[in-house]
């Protein structure tokens, strides 16, 4: 049991520090190396639990930082994107949808990388906010993949990698907290998973005030680079968990 506890701990402190740098991507980390010791249904509600917990930080912490009408508008989108998700979680079928995924990931980020030329907005574009909004919506409700939609609509934008993590939190603060309230009613938040919680606290403080230095730290230019390559290697996990567990 010690072990489990060491375990929790670390894996809490790595995800929550990548969240905290990068504005998403800790559910990435934590499910799949939750999942190496824990069941599936105590990993899920306990990463949503920490997410929880990391924006709610970073909001109050810096919310002079957050971008609240592009925020509304996108969490507004997503929520009508979610339905469409779960859908495809359950009927479609899974393995070439992940593929697809991981392909479109991998190729937009390389373009937005290595493209010389690109798109830029000076302000908040309605079109621009539904399509990554409902698109993040659609993800998220299939596989917990919000991230990649969020990253192209702050790259648009010209966020700094501040506002970019923010603005994020602010995202992730109301759609988190409603998935757990679906996990709470499906009896899905247990004993177990709070126990786990308590656990993962002494990390997860530490990792969100060191994510934030190190955000800080990180030029503005050079951020966008950054996360579409952290993507990068998100778009593959992806690719290659389809490929070994089919």
Not at 220 to 242: P, Q, R, T
Request: with cysteine; net charge positive.
């Amino acid at each position: 049991m010690e072990f489990i506890y060491i375990y929790i701990f670390v894996v809490s402190f790595v995800a929550t520090l990548v969240r905290s740098t990068f504005g998403f991507g800790e559910s990435l980390v934590a499910v799949p190396l939750f999942i190496l010791f824990i069941p599936l249904e105590i990993a899920v509600p306990l990463s949503v639990l920490i997410s929880i917990l990391v924006a709610l930080v970073v909001v109050v912490q810096d919310h002079q930082q957050i971008h609240f009408n592009s925020a509304k508008w996108l969490i507004l989108f997503a929520v009508l994107g979610i339905p469409i998700g779960l859908l495809i979680l359950l009927y479609g079928n899974e393995f070439w949808v992940k593929i697809g995924l991981g392909l479109l990931i991998i190729l937009n980020s390389l373009y937005a990388i290595f493209a010389k030329k690109q798109l830029s907005l000076k302000t908040d574009s309605m079109l621009w906010l539904f399509i990554c909004g409902f698109t993040s919506g659609i993800l998220g409700g299939a596989y917990g993949v919000n991230g990649p939609p969020l990253v192209v609509y702050g790259n648009l934008r010209n966020w700094s990698a501040k506002h970019f993590r923010a603005t994020l939190q602010a995202y992730f603060l109301p759609t988190s907290f409603i998935a757990a309230i679906g996990y709470f009613t499906k009896g899905l938040i247990t004993l177990e998973v709070l126990k786990y919680f308590l656990v993962s606290l002494p990390a997860v403080f530490p990792a969100i005030f060191l994510g934030r230095y190190l955000n800080h730290k990180i030029k503005d230019k050079s951020f966008f680079k950054y996360v579409y390559w952290g993507l990068i290697a998100v778009g593959s996990f992806l690719i290659i968990n389809s490929l070994l567990t089919k």
